[in-house]
């Protein structure tokens, strides 16, 4: 497991976080995988985030750099009532790629739930796979070009 770092947090999206959300979530920034998570005005930020607040089984979790309070990247997670499980779909921004930031804000995410979280990775993601393998979490199926990872926090 990776050094346990404090450079980061996690929270709920809200409303006020929308400016962050739109400089880090452009379509050319965010990867082929997420596009619908992906924001090019001010109001496609709010459109995403106010869906995401209203859901009923899906939360909008931020990454933020602790220090400055800066939105790097997000995680979407879908926890539905009779399950013991999330499914997650998270990107970080640009910049911020490279860091382990994804691992770190994982950790803590399974940590807020109390739940496995699970991840559906195209086999041509490779950055996803290997943020799966750091973690240590295990391929539960396989389903035609669709690796579903388990993550036991």
Same mark, same amino acid.
């Given at each position: 497991m990776g050094k346990k770092r404090t450079e980061l947090f996690v929270r709920e999206v809200?409303?006020?976080?929308?400016?962050?959300?739109?400089?880090? *979530?452009?379509s050319e920034d965010v990867g082929e995988y997420?596009?619908? +998570? *992906? =924001?090019? *005005? /001010?109001?496609? =930020?709010s459109d995403f985030?106010?869906?995401?607040?209203? =859901? !009923? #089984?899906?939360? /909008?979790y931020g990454i933020f750099q602790a220090k400055s309070?800066?939105?790097?990247? %997000? +995680?979407?997670a879908s926890? #539905?009532?009779e399950d013991n499980y999330a499914t997650v779909s998270y990107f970080v921004g640009k910049k911020y790629?490279?860091?382990? #930031?994804?691992?770190?804000?994982?950790? *803590?995410l399974s940590t807020i739930l109390g739940k496995e979280l699970r991840f559906e990775v195209h086999q041509s993601n490779s950055s996803s796979h290997r943020v799966q393998q750091k973690l240590h979490s !295990?391929?539960?199926? %396989?389903?035609?070009s669709y690796f579903t990872y388990c993550y036991i926090g």
């Open positions: 809200t409303e006020n976080d929308k400016v962050g959300y739109l400089k880090i *979530s452009r997420v596009k619908y +998570m *992906s =924001a090019n *005005s /001010l109001e496609e =930020a985030i106010e869906r995401c607040i209203q =859901a !009923h #089984y899906t939360t /909008l309070n800066r939105l790097i990247g %997000v +995680m979407e926890l #539905y009532p790629r490279g860091h382990e #930031y994804v691992e770190e804000a994982i950790r *803590s !295990h391929i539960l199926k %396989v389903r035609g």
